[in-house]
């Protein structure tokens, strides 16, 4: 059986269930497909994995599978195709073995050895693309299964050895604890319903109300449906030491994005002083005095300010200290006047928490914003939102 | 009794003359149609997953019914919906029509497809348009092919499992319990060779060079780093229509290609910033050359 198939995935943190492995099964069972190991991984990735960005992990681990395989089978590079048939050929009913003889596993079995052979020789060849030949599914490192490209209509199959080789999905894999999902769902608890726009629900307290007053006519009341109406600011460190966290801070963004209708977003660098910022068409900066801000945004809105505060605490708590510009007012003189305009304000923190520790100017920051720094995690933006909320 | 149990439908799809489908794709459509399970497909804008749904309808021969999703969508919608508020105010005149509640149901998507008399294929376009919660509330109905109709008390059942073709723009994540519960493929965008596939079904009679041309400098374009929009297969047949209707050849978009950006540009690139980069980098190109 596939068991061993199935907690190998399972130990490679790639999140099937059993429901998907029957269902795996069930396909087998169902010869949807003729019995080759390129099938299989097609099939085996339709089933089991959901997301494109897992496909890359499920690549490697399918590798290391089919590349231990020998350890417990006879050696040799034809074992997987073999032995993948005969665990198959188990579950297998007398018709469903006829059929598969039928179609000609031993001539399977010839093309298989045969393009392993012009394999050989192309390497000996020197081609480019041997180069790789450690990662061999095979065990055999002298060549890459890559190479297993013949021509012919038959073999029609051919790339999928390649394919989890390749990894080509290598780009998608994002392997954040965090996808945009989850970002969403933290940042909806920050919610404050309210109703406008187009009326699209029925009232029906008011349609009642009005209908009796109306001597029994139907007098339809609509409402529109509600919203959420919160506020928010962004204000976003970028640059320098951010650059680090750019993709996370982007996720983060595209979630209030579309999780937010009323967002404000403002770019500083490293710490808040008496401007911020944002990019014109052609990506220049902008400048907003921060006092503007602070007159503009009345106490109603609720601010994130996202920043890795890694810097040297001169920048926070001396005047002149930005790295910039000349300040004339320290940044911690800023962040107190930003704390007083808006007290729903929390610090988010793109930099692992346990790092924080050791950064004199994260703790500098922390102690301003009484403690409200949050990392960027699921759990603390669970935190942070209802921090904001309260 | 379950609708599953009916026999397994000996169909398959092969592609057709108008679209070319890879093979690890077909594999997924016919998983899906033997398992009838729902197929849930994923892939970068304009690589015909729509489309899809269209072809393998016409290749099985069975009727086609779509369900496109908006931001507004609800779930019940593909099912029924009972306008009571009509029937308030046909009360109130006196309609004869008021009596059967039947005459307020509006049937849905999902119930035409399950009283078909042929299989159907059902086309469920966007779903991560809707509310997070609405992949949810279809869990039931996909799993089963089943549902109630609270309004009338009946229930009504698939005769035949349609083949559910979902697609997703990745703009919200699915949630599990739904994921589980289909199959998923990812259309990778067509390698050079199934690119001269699919453009050889929609214009049989190109010239190889100007395509060869053509396909150098839409590669290329898709390499150049840090593009916002990155253009897709419809778009690069829409640039081909545009440079076979002005009779440009080979030479003048190799020209182009090593000097500036694409002639026509406008029909690959929707997004100025882009434009801006590419005319920023082949000027870099055109001063590292001197």
Redo the contacts between chains.
């Keep these: 059986m596939f068991i061993d198939f199935f907690y190998h995935l399972k130990n490679h943190k790639l999140?099937v269930?059993v429901?998907?492995y029957l269902?795996l099964l069930?396909?087998l069972r169902?010869r949807?497909?003729p019995p080759s190991l390129d099938?299989f991984y097609?099939?085996a990735r339709?089933?089991l994995?959901?997301?494109?960005t897992l496909?890359d992990r499920f690549d490697q681990a399918f590798a290391l599978f089919v590349k231990n395989l020998p350890a417990t089978m006879p050696a040799g590079p034809d074992i997987p195709l073999d032995w993948l048939i005969s665990q198959m050929q188990k579950n297998m009913t007398p018709e469903e073995k006829a059929a598969l003889e039928k179609h000609g596993w031993d001539k399977l079995m010839e093309m298989f050895k045969e393009r392993l052979k012009e394999q050989k020789e192309r390497h000996a060849g020197g081609s480019k693309w041997v180069g790789t030949g450690g990662t061999s599914p095979f065990g055999n490192s002298g060549y890459h299964p890559e190479g297993i490209r013949v021509g012919g209509p038959s073999a029609?199959?051919r790339?999928?050895v390649k394919v989890w080789e390749e990894r080509?999905?290598k780009e998608y894999d994002d392997q954040q604890e965090l996808?945009?999902?989850n970002f969403?769902?933290a940042l909806r608890r920050l919610r404050r319903f309210a109703r406008e726009g187009a009326a699209?629900e029925?009232d029906l307290d008011d349609t009642i109300r009005s209908t009796a007053r109306n001597a029994g006519?139907?007098d339809?009341k609509m409402v529109p449906e509600r919203h959420n109406a919160v506020n928010v600011l962004m204000l976003l460190d970028v640059g320098g030491s951010m650059d680090d966290h750019i993709a996370r801070v982007e996720e983060l963004f595209s979630a209030s994005r579309?999780e937010f209708r009323n967002l404000e977003v403002w770019y500083f660098h490293n710490c808040p002083y008496e401007r911020f910022w944002r990019y014109d068409?052609g990506g220049r900066r902008v400048y907003t005095d921060t006092w503007e801000l602070l007159r503009t945004y009345n106490t109603n809105w609720r601010v994130l300010i996202v920043g890795d505060a890694t810097m040297s605490p001169y920048e926070i708590v001396h005047p002149g200290g930005s790295v910039e510009h000349y300040n004339k007012e320290a940044g911690a003189v800023w962040l107190a006047r930003i704390l007083d305009a808006w007290p729903k304000a929390v610090w988010l923190n793109p930099e692992p928490q346990a790092y924080w520790q050791y950064r004199q100017s994260i703790d500098v920051v922390r102690n301003i914003m009484q403690n409200h720094m949050y990392p960027v995690t699921m759990t603390g933006l669970e935190a942070a939102m209802r921090q904001l909320s309260k | 009794m379950k609708p599953s149990q009916s026999p397994p439908n000996p169909r398959r799809f092969a592609g057709t003359d108008r679209y070319v489908a890879t093979d690890d794709l077909k594999l997924a459509v016919n998983a899906a149609l033997t398992l009838q399970r729902p197929l849930l497909i994923k892939g970068e804008p304009g690589t015909g997953k729509t489309m899809l749904a269209e072809e393998v309808a016409q290749a099985l021969n069975y009727p086609l019914l779509q369900w496109h999703v908006k931001s507004t969508t609800k779930a019940h919608q593909g099912l029924y919906e009972y306008d009571a508020v009509s029937r308030l105010r046909d009360s109130q005149l006196g309609d004869e029509r008021v009596r059967d509640i039947a005459n307020y149901i509006r049937k849905g998507v999902l119930w035409q497809a399950f009283e078909s008399d042929l299989p159907t294929v059902v086309l469920i376009d966007e779903i991560d348009k809707a509310d997070i919660e609405f992949p949810n509330d279809l869990l039931r109905e996909l799993d089963q092919m089943e549902f109630h109709v609270y309004e009338t008390g009946q229930t009504i059942r698939a005769r035949h499992r349609p083949l559910v073709i979902i697609t997703s723009n990745n703009e919200k994540e699915l949630p599990d319990a739904f994921l589980r519960r289909c199959f998923f493929h990812y259309i990778q965008f067509p390698d050079r060779d199934t690119l001269r596939d699919i453009v050889k079904v929609h214009y049989p009679d190109i010239k190889t060079d100007i395509l060869r041309a053509a396909m150098d400098h839409f590669f290329m374009l898709r390499d150049a780093p840090g593009l916002k929009k990155k253009p897709s297969t419809s778009e690069f047949l829409d640039w081909l229509a545009l440079l076979l209707a002005e009779e440009i050849d080979a030479a003048r978009i190799d020209a182009h290609a090593s000097t500036s950006i694409p002639i026509m540009a406008g029909a690959l690139l929707k997004n100025e910033q882009d434009i801006g980069l590419l005319e920023r980098l082949s000027g870099l190109a055109r001063q590292t050359r001197r």
């Design positions: 999140p269930s429901k998907e269902t069930e396909v169902e949807v497909m099938d097609v099939l339709l089933t994995v959901k997301d494109e496909f029609g199959n790339t999928a080509r999905f996808g945009t999902r969403k769902v699209e029925l006519f139907l339809v579309s068409t």
